[in-house]
């Protein structure tokens, strides 16, 4: 991200994230992940602060699966960048 001039702060740091993803996968890619990413934060956040044991072992098992394809993506971004430096 901050290779890409995109700055994360203590307040607004999922909106940084957000638009650098947006910037970077393009929109419809984005708008997915977006959208998963949100979901789990509320998730996460209902964890955290209010219940526990709300997450089901299938939920848990698709949220690795589209953390491991978001890991890929942004992987695919990284081997770009390093491509185009070499160049």
Known sequence: MLERGFRQSSTGG???VMRFLHATLGSDV????IMVMNEM???RHMIVYEEMD???SDEA??????AEEFVEMINDVIRQTQHRAKL
């Open 30 to 33: 984005s708008g997915r992940m």
């Open 41 to 43: 934060r509320k998730k």
């Open 14 to 16: 999922h909106v940084a």
């Open 54 to 56: 709300i997450v089901s």
């Open 61 to 66: 098992e698709r949220g690795a699966g589209w």
